[in-house]
């Protein structure tokens, strides 16, 4: 395509991103994001979350940390997506009080992301600690039932 003068734009890099099935190969990854760049695309959010998505495939963890950062505008996709991938219950919780400087109400999906974190990495104080500001801001309704002899939410 390059070869016969067509420059590639958003919509070609992003289709490019979503068919990449190599996790191994970290240089090819590197070289679109590098052509991205060059074309002014980096901070076009349908490109920056297929990067941010593909990076941790690689082991990239601080790469896919790079882009979300390099997103000017995050929308709760991405927000989700970098919550759910920190793995760790304090990295989450700091980005998940940073999200609400740009997402003053958090959806249902990114409670679900963060509190999976938190749970998976055994922390029970952070669960608690987002379980409880989602309460007191109304965030999300109580629910309290038995399953088990355990109350649940």
């Known amino acids: 395509m390059q070869q ?8 070609t890099y992003l289709s490019i991103l979503y068919i990449y099935d190599n996790p191994s190969d970290i240089r090819w990854v590197k070289k679109v994001q590098a052509q991205v760049v060059s074309a002014g695309l980096e901070s076009n959010l349908p490109i920056g979350t297929a990067l941010f998505k593909i990076y941790p495939k690689t082991g990239k ?28 219950a304090d990295e989450a919780f700091r980005l998940f009080l940073e999200m609400q ?3 003053p109400k958090p959806d249902t999906l990114i409670y679900l992301s963060i509190l999976d974190t938190c749970a998976s990495a055994g922390s029970l104080e952070w669960v608690k600690k987002v379980r409880s500001q989602a309460l007191a801001k109304s965030w999300i309704r109580c629910w309290r039932g038995k399953r088990n002899g355990e109350h649940v939410w």
């Open 61 to 88: 963890l601080e790469d896919a940390r790079c882009i979300f950062e390099m997103l000017g505008h995050r929308d709760a996709i991405t927000w989700n997506l970098v919550i759910g991938r920190s793995g760790h």
């Open 101 to 103: 400087q740009e997402i």
């Open 4 to 11: 016969e003068g067509w420059q590639p734009d958003a919509t």
